[in-house]
Every structure is written in structure tokens, then in C-alpha cells.
């Protein structure tokens, strides 16, 4: 598949050639993960939400969103304020988390649809080498609960690539009556949303439970709060924030149970836990819909409102309590730094476009990633490098309106102004020369993957 954006242009953007510049954006597989391993394999929980925005927890400043779980993990551990996800809509932001790899790379965008639905025939290809499988060589068992959402047909479920298990539906819960799966039985269709949360959670703690003598990797993705909303009777009408921060408060109830379990099993100092959302959120839901805080715009967009997400990560005896970082970070980054605290071996096969993070996490280093890529579908909208950020193309999230170019190049300080409200571009050339350089750079490295979203089940 080639590229929708014309490479062409943007290395025009570039100026002066390129070929005396170091790559800054991409990590090849041999210039990570060669660190030594901790000398007891760690356990990995990595917990995902499904549409919940920088401005929904306690922790990052909701004034009626009662969070006391995930804000007491922020006090034990340590609260990002710059960390990215790959896209700003579900499929390409997971399989970004899942491979290390833009999803550009492998084919899990696409300008034709944003994400998989139930009628598509194609999903994450056998290629791709997920955390999972990352980490099946060095002894880890492995579950994957929530919501998948990277391919529903058999050959592209959990289960496939690299997961011991799975239990959830396999892809938004706004599609169709959304099956409960079992590993690759449906059990339960419509799947019973009132309910889920809880049902989650459970398996969640028996996997733990399970698994506590052996090293271990959960993807716990949670279907909320996606709309529609759905919370459990111990939650419904409790929250002040309505129906929306029910389902935000069942959720941190849920976080809750999987750190005490954790304490219970004497596992907690060798567990990192990370926490995250897929995208921002959906701002057209209205009071269905969360908050990005004082970021611009939301889920569907390149604007930070759609891609900079609560980053939380705890991990007691290992990562200093009571941390705030301003550091760079993003979930492109785990697939790498896991396998690195794992001792594991990075994909020999493909280029990988996140880094090893776990200096920043430990405290024994900076971030090394100073340079984020913000695509919508196949083309590349904006590039944040350092505290600058230049948007080549703007478009809205959703509703009305097409894209627009941008020559010159919109530049925002995010530092100075994270609600990106003021463009800085005819005072800074210099820095949109430097921005333009990394772009050029960034597309003559890249090699995009066949489009996977395009394909539909015939008759479908």
C-alpha cells in the first residue's frame, strides 16, 4: 500500500537534504533492549481504558470524579503530564501499544476506515510480534482481557498472537450486539455490559492468582467508559458527575482489586502496573463523553486533546513514590522497555518506533524519546519534537469539515501553551526547519503496511 500523504511534499517541507541527518524517531531492533535483565523476572500488568480523557481522574484534576484508587497509585508511584498513544481512535492506538510500530507500519490504519468493525475481514497481521509473543520465550504466561479490537475472525484474536487466554468482546461495544468471548468461544451475545467491569476484574485476579509462582503479562483493556455507558448496580447513580463518572469511579474500583491482590500475594514488589487510555475522549457524546482537561479537542483528532492520555506507573521498592515527570513517553514505548526489564528479545524483523522507557521509570535516566508522530488514518498530520509541535495538517474530530494544510506549518510551545491556542511558527524558523528535517527523514524510513482496515467480509 502506498502512502495516502505525498511524500513528495513533505520532503519538500525539508529544505536541504537529509542524508548527513541521525535518526531520531525509530529504534532498530539492535539498538535496544540489550540491557542486563533484573535478576527475578518481573510481572507486568498493563491496564488500558477505552475513551478516557487527561482531564478524567482525580489525580490529573476532575473536580467530581472520585478516583481514590488511581490517585493513590500516582502517590505510590509516578504520574506522567507529555505521554502519547499511537492514534486517536481505538484500533490503531492498540495495535500500536501491542507492536512497538506505528501503525502505518503495519497496515492497521487506513483512509478508507478509521477502525475494524464487525463486517471487516482483515486484522493484525501474523507479522507483527506483539508483547505477548515478545515475552512467551522467556517463560511468561500470558491473558488479555477487555476489549481487542485488532481483528475478529479467528486467525487475528488474542489467542493467536501470543496470549495463553483471552476473555472479552473483540472490538467496540457499540457494534452490533457485542459477543462475550472465551478464548475463541462466544458465551454470551449480546454480552451483558451492566456487568462487565466486575466480570473483567475477576478473571483479572484469577489469572493473578493463578500465576502468582511464574512470571506473567495481563492486558487488561477495559470496553469503558466507550459509550454506551454501562455500570454495575454497586455504582449506577453514585457518582456527582452522572452516569459517566459511574463508570469512571467502577473503573478505579476495578484498578483497587487488581493492586490489592497484588499486596495480598506478596507480589506488589515485583509488579509494574501501567496505566493508560486508548485515546481521548469523545467530545461529541456530550455528558456521555469525557473531559481532555485543558487540551485541545479529543478522541479523532491530532490536536494533544486526542492523543496525550493520563500515564500512570507503579511499581513499589522499584519506581520512587509521589513523581510528577514532564518527561516524553508513549505506549509505543512498552513493548520495548518491557522486553528490556524481562530480558526478553526484540524483533529481529521489524522496525520499531517505540524505546526502552524504563530509565525514566526507574529513575536512572531520562526519556529517551524526544520526537512524537501524530497520524490521522495513513497520513501524518503533526510531529512533536522536544516542547514544539508543528501541525502540516488540521482537521476537527469529528462532524463537519475537511482537512486542512497547513504551509507554513502551525507551531505551538507546548510547554507554554498545552491548549495549543497560539501559533508561534513566524517566530520560530528555525525550529520548523529543525521540525521539517525530522519529518523528511521520519518518511524516507518508512515502509507502510497493506491496508488491513479496508478489507470487508465479502457480501458484508
Given at each position: 500500500?502506498?502512502?495516502?500523504?505525498?511524500?513528495?511534499?513533505?520532503?519538500?517541507?525539508?529544505?536541504?537534504?537529509?542524508?548527513?541527518?541521525?535518526?531520531?524517531?525509530?529504534?532498530?531492533?539492535?539498538?535496544?533492549?540489550?540491557?542486563?535483565?533484573?535478576?527475578?523476572?518481573?510481572?507486568?500488568?498493563?491496564?488500558?481504558?477505552?475513551?478516557?480523557?487527561?482531564?478524567?481522574?482525580?489525580?490529573?484534576?476532575?473536580?467530581?470524579?472520585?478516583?481514590?484508587?488511581?490517585?493513590?497509585?500516582?502517590?505510590?508511584?509516578?504520574?506522567?503530564?507529555?505521554?502519547?498513544?499511537?492514534?486517536?481512535?481505538?484500533?490503531?492506538?492498540?495495535?500500536?501499544?501491542?507492536?512497538?510500530?506505528?501503525?502505518?507500519?503495519?497496515?492497521?490504519?487506513?483512509?478508507?476506515?478509521?477502525?475494524?468493525?464487525?463486517?471487516s475481514?482483515?486484522?493484525?497481521?501474523k507479522?507483527?510480534?506483539?508483547?505477548?509473543?515478545?515475552?512467551?520465550?522467556?517463560?511468561?504466561?500470558?491473558?488479555?482481557?477487555?476489549?481487542?479490537?485488532?481483528?475478529?475472525?479467528?486467525?487475528?484474536?488474542?489467542?493467536?498472537?501470543?496470549?495463553?487466554?483471552?476473555?472479552?468482546?473483540?472490538?467496540?461495544?457499540d457494534?452490533?450486539?457485542?459477543?462475550?468471548?472465551?478464548?475463541?468461544?462466544?458465551i454470551?451475545?449480546?454480552?451483558?455490559?451492566?456487568?462487565?467491569?466486575?466480570?473483567?476484574?475477576?478473571?483479572?485476579?484469577?489469572?493473578?492468582?493463578?500465576?502468582?509462582s511464574?512470571?506473567?503479562?495481563?492486558?487488561?483493556?477495559?470496553?469503558?467508559?466507550?459509550?454506551?455507558?454501562f455500570?454495575?448496580?454497586?455504582?449506577?447513580?453514585?457518582?456527582?458527575?452522572?452516569?459517566?463518572?459511574?463508570?469512571?469511579?467502577?473503573?478505579?474500583?476495578?484498578?483497587?482489586?487488581?493492586?490489592?491482590?497484588?499486596?495480598?500475594?506478596?507480589?506488589?514488589?515485583?509488579?509494574?502496573?501501567?496505566?493508560?487510555?486508548?485515546?481521548?475522549?469523545?467530545?461529541?457524546?456530550?455528558l456521555?463523553?469525557?473531559?481532555?482537561?485543558?487540551?485541545?479537542?479529543?478522541?479523532?483528532?491530532?490536536?494533544?486533546?486526542?492523543?496525550?492520555?493520563?500515564?500512570?506507573?507503579?511499581?513499589?521498592?522499584?519506581?520512587?513514590?509521589?513523581?510528577?515527570?514532564?518527561?516524553?513517553?508513549?505506549?509505543?514505548?512498552?513493548?520495548?522497555?518491557?522486553?528490556?526489564?524481562?530480558?526478553?528479545?526484540?524483533?529481529?524483523?521489524?522496525?520499531?518506533?517505540?524505546?526502552?522507557?524504563?530509565?525514566?521509570?526507574l529513575?536512572?535516566g531520562?526519556?529517551?524519546?524526544?520526537?512524537?508522530?501524530?497520524?490521522?488514518?495513513?497520513?501524518?498530520?503533526?510531529?512533536?519534537?522536544?516542547?514544539?509541535?508543528?501541525?502540516?495538517?488540521?482537521?476537527?474530530?469529528?462532524?463537519?469539515?475537511?482537512?486542512?494544510?497547513?504551509?507554513?506549518?502551525?507551531?505551538?510551545?507546548?510547554?507554554?501553551?498545552?491548549?495549543?491556542?497560539?501559533?508561534i511558527?513566524?517566530?520560530h524558523?528555525?525550529?520548523?526547519?529543525?521540525i521539517?528535517?525530522?519529518?523528511?527523514?521520519?518518511?524516507?524510513?518508512?515502509?507502510?503496511?497493506?491496508?488491513?482496515?479496508?478489507?470487508?467480509?465479502?457480501?458484508?
Open positions: 500500500m502506498k502512502p495516502k500523504m505525498n511524500r513528495r511534499e513533505f520532503i519538500k517541507f525539508a529544505g536541504a537534504g537529509v542524508a548527513s541527518l541521525g535518526v531520531s524517531g525509530c529504534v532498530s531492533p539492535n539498538e535496544a533492549g540489550d540491557k542486563k535483565p533484573l535478576a527475578k523476572k518481573p510481572n507486568f500488568v498493563v491496564i488500558f481504558c477505552d475513551d478516557l480523557g487527561y482531564g478524567d481522574l482525580g489525580v490529573y484534576g476532575h473536580p467530581t470524579i472520585r478516583t481514590p484508587n488511581i490517585d493513590k497509585m500516582a502517590a505510590e508511584g509516578q504520574k506522567w503530564t507529555n505521554f502519547y498513544v499511537a492514534a486517536s481512535v481505538c484500533t490503531p492506538s492498540r495495535a500500536g501499544l501491542m507492536t512497538g510500530r506505528l501503525p502505518i507500519r503495519s497496515g492497521m490504519c487506513s483512509d478508507k476506515r478509521r477502525v475494524l468493525f464487525p463486517n475481514a482483515g486484522g493484525l497481521p507479522s507483527e510480534v506483539t508483547i505477548a509473543e515478545a515475552l512467551k520465550p522467556q517463560s511468561y504466561a500470558t491473558m488479555c482481557i477487555g476489549k481487542w479490537h485488532l481483528g475478529h475472525l479467528p486467525q487475528y484474536l488474542p489467542t493467536r498472537h501470543g496470549f495463553d487466554s483471552y476473555f472479552g468482546i473483540p472490538y467496540s461495544n457494534m452490533k450486539p457485542s459477543p462475550l468471548l472465551d478464548n475463541e468461544k462466544t454470551e451475545e449480546p454480552a451483558d455490559q451492566t456487568t462487565l467491569t466486575k466480570r473483567y476484574t475477576e478473571r483479572a485476579v484469577g489469572f493473578i492468582e493463578k500465576n502468582k511464574k512470571p506473567f503479562f495481563l492486558y487488561f483493556a477495559h470496553t469503558f467508559p466507550h459509550v454506551p455507558l455500570a454495575s448496580n454497586a455504582f449506577k447513580d453514585k457518582s456527582t458527575r452522572g452516569l459517566y463518572g459511574d463508570v469512571v469511579e467502577e473503573l478505579d474500583w476495578s484498578v483497587g482489586e487488581i493492586v490489592d491482590t497484588l499486596h495480598r500475594l506478596k507480589l506488589a514488589e515485583n509488579t509494574l502496573v501501567l496505566f493508560t487510555s486508548d485515546n481521548g475522549p469523545w467530545l461529541i457524546m456530550k456521555n463523553g469525557g473531559s481532555a482537561g485543558l487540551l485541545r479537542e479529543g478522541k479523532g483528532c491530532t490536536f494533544d486533546g486526542g492523543m496525550r492520555e493520563p500515564f500512570i506507573a507503579w511499581w513499589p521498592g522499584k519506581i520512587k513514590p509521589g513523581q510528577v515527570t514532564q518527561e516524553m513517553g508513549s505506549t509505543l514505548d512498552f513493548l520495548p522497555t518491557l522486553c528490556s526489564l524481562a530480558g526478553a528479545k526484540l524483533p529481529d524483523e521489524n522496525m520499531l518506533d517505540g524505546m526502552d522507557i524504563s530509565p525514566a521509570l529513575g536512572t531520562p526519556s529517551p524519546r524526544n520526537v512524537m508522530f501524530f497520524y490521522r488514518g495513513a497520513k501524518l498530520y503533526a510531529i512533536r519534537k522536544g516542547r514544539y509541535k508543528a501541525h502540516y495538517i488540521t482537521r476537527s474530530a469529528y462532524g463537519k469539515g475537511g482537512e486542512t494544510k497547513q504551509d507554513p506549518p502551525l507551531l505551538f510551545h507546548l510547554g507554554h501553551d498545552p491548549a495549543e491556542k497560539y501559533n511558527a513566524e517566530k524558523p528555525d525550529v520548523i526547519d529543525d521539517r528535517k525530522e519529518v523528511a527523514l521520519h518518511l524516507l524510513n518508512l515502509t507502510p503496511g497493506e491496508d488491513q482496515l479496508a478489507k470487508r467480509i465479502a457480501g458484508k
